[in-house]
């Protein structure tokens, strides 16, 4: 896979620092809980199978503990903080890409933590090749999904966010830190702000939208709280998840989204 045409792709201070202690206990956390791994293997396996096959190269920002190269072993993957097991350090909003050199690019849990979406959104637009893809998946605001991220995440979940208004240039939250975010973007720009999306990005259409993820995921704790499912009740916790899939638009607790950047 061509590895695309990069500007400045190296670490701050052009050398490794520390890395962070954040990425470095997810990966610990990863290595430990088999339950999670199954789960993010399955959304890493659905945001593969969307991917383009076009020219340019594959890019994950927000790479975390990089384990999407499993499913993309030629991606590129980055941070805004530098790790050994990534590539390169990239802010989402200013990518070291030119214009139109990108095939696909890759965020999990990422854009909700990010204050200017609008501005990730503009440039990802200019970095993709034509039929080029940005695919997510993040958390997604349901009936149920809602109260239980308000009352039991440490993130916020606060709806009442306009991602696009002042023609995006105001950050959605206050940028406290790297891990500061509000889970309800997506849903915001993606279900209820649509229309306001497509006609501020005409060049990035839906080509996918979906929620995920009704029961196994809650019940997993993901990263950091403790797994609520006994091992034994695994294969019936996958069943019960298959049979409610129908209802995810109002129960789910993850969506993907998969934009095509058009002529």
């Not at 009936?143 to 995006?168: I, K, N, Q």
């Not at 509000?182 to 006609?199: C, G, H, K, Y």
Request: proline share 9%.
């Amino acid at each position: 896979m061509s590895r695309g045409r990069r500007q400045n792709v190296s670490p701050p201070g052009g050398s490794p620092t520390a890395i962070d202690p954040v990425l470095e206990r997810h990966r610990e956390i990863w290595r430990n809980r088999p339950l999670l791994q199954a789960i993010y293997r399955d959304l890493y396996a659905r945001m593969a199978s969307w991917l383009s096959r076009g020219r340019g190269p594959t890019v994950e920002l927000g790479g975390g503990s990089g384990n999407f190269k499993e499913f993309c072993p030629g991606c590129l993957t980055s941070d805004i903080s530098w790790s050994p097991w990534l590539d390169f350090v990239a802010d989402a909003t200013r990518l070291p890409f030119v214009n139109g050199s990108v095939g696909n690019i890759v965020m999990f849990d990422v854009f909700h933590h990010l204050p200017l979406p609008a501005r990730a959104l503009t440039d990802a637009q200019r970095v993709l090749a034509i039929g080029g893809r940005m695919i997510l998946c993040e958390p997604y605001v349901s009936w149920v999904s809602g109260p239980v991220y308000r009352m039991f995440h440490a993130e916020p979940t606060d709806c009442r966010v306009r991602p696009l208004e002042c023609g995006g240039d105001e950050p959605v939250f206050n940028p406290s830190g790297a891990w500061s975010s509000n889970q309800a973007i997506p849903t915001v720009l993606f279900w209820r702000d649509r229309a306001l999306f497509e006609a501020r990005f005409p060049k990035l259409v839906i080509r996918h939208r979906e929620a995920l993820s009704t029961f196994v995921y809650p019940l997993s704790g993901g990263f950091e709280k403790p797994c609520l499912l006994p091992r034994f009740a695994w294969p019936l916790a996958w069943a019960v998840e298959r049979a409610t899939s129908i209802f995810a638009r109002w129960t789910g607790f993850r969506c993907l989204i998969v934009l095509e950047r058009i002529p």
